[in-house]
């Protein structure tokens, strides 16, 4: 059974930094498409970034330069460092994941940034 679960989520004032854990159970981080997306109240998720197959990582324009994804293979886990916030980057994130054809959320977690 696959599982994710975002930690480090909190309140932050503009220019101030956080960082998303995501552990991961059921699946392999190291090889699976796996990433963060962000939900804006009344909007639809969208990616902020994402390791894809083959290991190439895709970021969002609106995050290049001051979000880094990893991961750690022993943990399990990936991380989403985030530098540099801003007003905009207020939303709730979600890991995600795709393993063996199915896709994958964890339950989210509030970034709240205060300018």
């Known amino acids: 059974q696959v599982r994710l679960r975002e930690s480090g989520g909190g309140s932050v004032q503009a220019g101030g930094s956080l960082r998303l854990s995501c552990a991961a159970s059921g699946l392999v981080v190291s090889i699976a498409p796996i990433g963060w997306y962000r939900q804006f109240p009344g909007k639809q998720r969208e990616l902020v970034a994402r390791f894809e197959t083959g290991g190439a990582i895709t970021y969002a324009d609106s995050v290049k330069g001051r979000f880094t994804i990893s991961r750690d293979w022993p943990k399990n886990a990936v991380y989403l460092q985030m530098d540099n916030l801003m007003s905009e980057d207020d939303a709730v994130y979600y890991c995600?994941?795709?393993?063996?054809?199915?896709?994958?959320w964890g339950q989210g977690t509030q970034v709240t940034v205060s300018s």
């Open positions: 995600t994941a795709t393993w063996r054809g199915d896709t994958f």
